[in-house]
Each structure stands twice: as structure tokens, then as C-alpha cells.
């Protein structure tokens, strides 16, 4: 009995202090993007791969933007059968003269339940500045789903290197 009521406190305090998605979503999928197009209800998504041995990770965190240049963050959430729900990207900024993490926008999409591969959307930004950014995958409760983080890094010509396009 003691065992089981330690599991049911432990899920509960992580569950409260966001350490743990809001059961039934999950974040599957996270990543800043250079473009994203919808085409047959399928997302092709353009992005900047990571180097070979970074194996958790299938994108890199440097986000190479030229002037003028959206900044797409995409994300795929698995979410069950018959749920409607609204999710929102945090934009944040962090501003290294504070040493805090600044909100620049909560731009949202809907989310409803039933499909295999999780539910997909994105945001983007213009005129971003160059430094470290985060987007949070959050409810309208502000539970957390998950995080992507990137850091801008601005150039004059185009990043060709490395460069994936994915359907998903």
C-alpha cells in the first residue's frame, strides 16, 4: 500500500509542477524550421539537420537566418481520439543583460484528437533578433508539452548546407 501511494504522490507533484506533459498530450515532434508548406494534408517541412553524431537529436539548434527571413517552429502532439484542444507556441527570447527569459508572443493553433502520427502545427515570426530562443508547447491551461529551443544565428547568404526537407 505504502508503495503505491508514493507512485500516486510522485505522479502528482511531478504532474503539478510541469515536470510531466498534461496526460492525455505529448509532444512528439519540435523543430525550428526554414519553411513550412501544406500540401495534401501533409506538412513538408525544410530544416537545418544536426551533425552525425548527435543522435537524439534530428535538428539542429542553430537556426542560420538571413535578413527578412520567417522563423518556423513545427510541432507534432499526439493526442487521442475525440480531443479538442487548443495549443499554444510561447515565443520567448532570452535577454542576456537580465539573465531572463522574455514572452515576445502566445500564438496558438487547435489540436483535435485521432490521428496515428499525432496532430501537427506551426507559427512563425519575422525580425527576430540573433541570440537564444524557446518556443514552449503549452495547453490554454499553460500546462508545458515540451520545449524547442535554437539559437539565431544571422547571415548574408543563404545556409545550404545540411539542409533536409521531411514530409510529416
Known amino acids: 500500500m505504502g508503495i503505491i ?3 500516486y504522490i510522485t505522479i502528482n507533484v511531478f504532474y503539478y509542477f510541469n515536470l510531466i506533459p498534461p496526460v492525455p498530450l505529448a509532444l512528439d515532434t519540435g523543430l ?3 519553411d513550412v508548406r501544406k500540401t495534401n494534408n501533409e506538412y513538408i517541412v525544410t530544416y537545418e539537420k544536426d551533425q552525425w553524431y548527435v543522435f537524439w537529436r534530428k535538428h539542429s539548434i542553430n537556426f542560420h537566418r538571413q535578413a527578412d527571413q520567417r522563423v518556423y ?3 507534432s502532439v499526439f493526442a487521442p481520439t475525440d480531443l479538442k484542444k487548443a495549443i499554444f507556441h510561447r515565443w520567448k527570447r532570452y535577454n542576456s543583460e537580465t539573465g531572463k527569459w522574455e514572452v515576445t508572443d502566445d500564438l496558438g493553433f ?3 484528437g485521432g490521428r496515428n502520427r499525432g496532430f501537427r502545427g506551426y507559427t512563425y515570426k519575422n525580425n527576430l533578433k540573433e541570440g ?3 518556443v514552449d508547447v503549452i495547453t490554454e491551461e499553460e500546462l508545458v508539452l515540451g520545449v524547442v529551443d535554437f539559437v539565431i544565428k ?3 547568404e543563404p545556409h545550404k548546407e545540411g539542409m533536409v526537407k521531411k514530409s510529416f
Open 132 to 134: 537564444q530562443w524557446k
Open 32 to 34: 525550428v524550421a526554414h
Open 5 to 7: 501511494l508514493s507512485i
Open 110 to 112: 487547435e489540436v483535435a
Open 73 to 75: 517552429v513545427f510541432t
Open 154 to 156: 544571422n547571415t548574408s
